[in-house]
């Protein structure tokens, strides 16, 4: 994202139309010319919002955070907050959203610590529904639906086109494979791997397969969809050991880019990978 002086950005003025009255802006924020912020809208120094943005009445845009261009940042929301962390002591930490993101009612999105990444990242086209949460030190992709009531504990990283369900709850540090889908409900305590669907409980887990129509309508080729398909029987389904099961594929699909990733998100977690299997599969 462009810098505020790169964008036109400018201090508050009362007499820019976009600003409604009512709305508190810090003198210390930098808000560019076309962005629109609504009744009572809160903003505090230390904040730039880009081109085209438009921030509805009530909604409260805290210190240290950044946003781009073209987003909707929905009413009661509560934008770049201190973290829930009790080692949190009012250090400088952020708040980084990019562009072409709706942010819907009462989603709550809270800046980095100083002992993790120091920054939460929101990346682009991503849609939060109503009451969302994410947590500090979160990193979101792109393309990234989070549906009502979602929420994220700290250092939870959701790649592109991830898709939680309502009431889905991840728990800190884990990870979410792209073009993942999540049931609603779900409780989440290890690593999701990638391209698949999954919904249940810490205790009743089930991943029921590859996410072939998420993966068709993002455009995946079916041939690639049958390798990532053969790959999960191997992992999932065979006897094999992970290790030899992860070697084989990765031997086997040498040529797809997105079975090396799968193999990749299993070699590279640090919390485990959910792998067990609906029995009615």
Known sequence: MKSAADTGCIKKDTDIMNIHPTAVVDPGAEIHQSAIIGAYAVIEKDVVIGADTVVDPHAVIYQYTTIGERNKIGSFSSIGAPPQDLSYKGEATYTIIGDDNQIREYVSIHRGTPSGSGKTVIGNHNLLMGYTHIAHDCILDNHVIMANV??????????????????????????????????????ITKDVPPFVILAGTRNNMRVSGINKIGLLRHGISKDTIAKLESAFRLIFRSDLLLKDALDQVSQEFSDCAEVEYLVDFFRTSKRGVVKRIDDEE
């Open 150 to 187: 979602a929420t994220l504990g700290g250092h939870v990283h959701l790649a592109d086109y991830v898709n939680l369900g309502g009431v889905a709850a991840i728990h800190q540090f884990c990870r979410i494979g792209s073009h993942c889908y999540v049931g609603g409900l779900s409780g």
